[in-house]
């Protein structure tokens, strides 16, 4: 219980907020980072992982039966659900994957903008151990694992400085991941021959409306995402004499 108390008083408190120099260079390492296929595909389990949280966040909002989550040796996932093959719900659950992580990284900006640093790192441990519980397969539970051991390190031994700056980097991979993970999928949807079983492909047969539309909205989505996100780490300006 003491524990506990610690973790809670911890996650809770008020970090200071850091240099502008940390903030922003954060978010270039993370941009620089994206850009590196090998890094990508590393970093890239976090954003797949939130990803398929959103999938089934959503699908359980709509009244449908989750059926588990998994994430696959390639960085792509699947989220079944049971519920009614066509209507609102289904599409909505589809819908909720590529935004979701652009949504979860604007809350933590919000956080980090009011000084929660080491609460924003627990936010993200929370939504582990909610995927974790709905894992279906052992690659996707080591993915999910090592995602939470690294931050449950992070929380638990690193000092202050240290904690709020892997926050900042893990809020910048999810605001900037996001929109990477839509041009990812423009690319392979460009190759792939055949049935498009993206979430664009699923959404166009489902609603007649074309994958290219889904795509572009899942970017305006993301890309809005991220701007408002970078836009809470913009200082208040100084109050006039």
């Not at 008020?14 to 090998?38: F, H, I, R």
């Not at 066509?86 to 652009?102: D, I, M, N």
């Not at 627990?122 to 709905?134: E, G």
């Not at 709020?164 to 993970?181: F, K, N, Q, S």
Request: charged share 10%; glycine share 12%; proline share 6%.
């Amino acid at each position: 219980m003491d524990w506990l108390s610690r973790m809670w008083d911890t996650a809770t408190s008020v970090q200071p907020v850091p240099e502008p120099a940390l903030v922003w260079g954060s978010g270039v390492l993370v941009l620089g980072a994206l850009a590196v296929p090998t890094i990508w595909r590393v970093v890239r389990h976090l954003v797949t992982i939130v990803h398929e949280a959103g999938h089934a966040t959503v699908a359980v909002v709509a009244g449908r039966r989750l059926g588990g989550i998994k994430v696959h040796t390639d960085t792509s996932g699947l989220t079944t659900s049971w519920g009614p093959a066509r209507g609102p719900g289904v599409v909505f659950t589809l819908l909720a994957g590529y935004p979701a992580p652009g949504v979860v990284g604007l809350g933590a900006a919000w956080l980090l903008s009011r000084g929660y640093a080491v609460g924003t790192l627990w936010a993200v441990l929370v939504l582990l151990a909610l995927v974790l519980a709905q894992i279906r397969n052992l690659y996707g539970l080591w993915a999910v694992l090592a995602s939470a051991g690294v931050l449950v390190a992070v929380t638990g031994w690193a000092p202050t400085n240290l904690q709020v700056g892997v926050a900042y980097l893990v809020t910048w991979l999810l605001l900037l991941g996001a929109p990477r993970a839509v041009l990812e999928l423009t690319v392979t949807r460009n190759r792939r021959r055949g049935k498009d079983q993206s979430d664009a492909g699923q959404l166009a047969r489902l609603t007649g409306v074309p994958a290219g539309l889904w795509v572009f909205l899942f970017a305006v989505l993301t890309l809005a995402a991220g701007v408002f996100g970078a836009w809470f780490f913009v200082p208040p300006a100084a109050p006039s004499p």
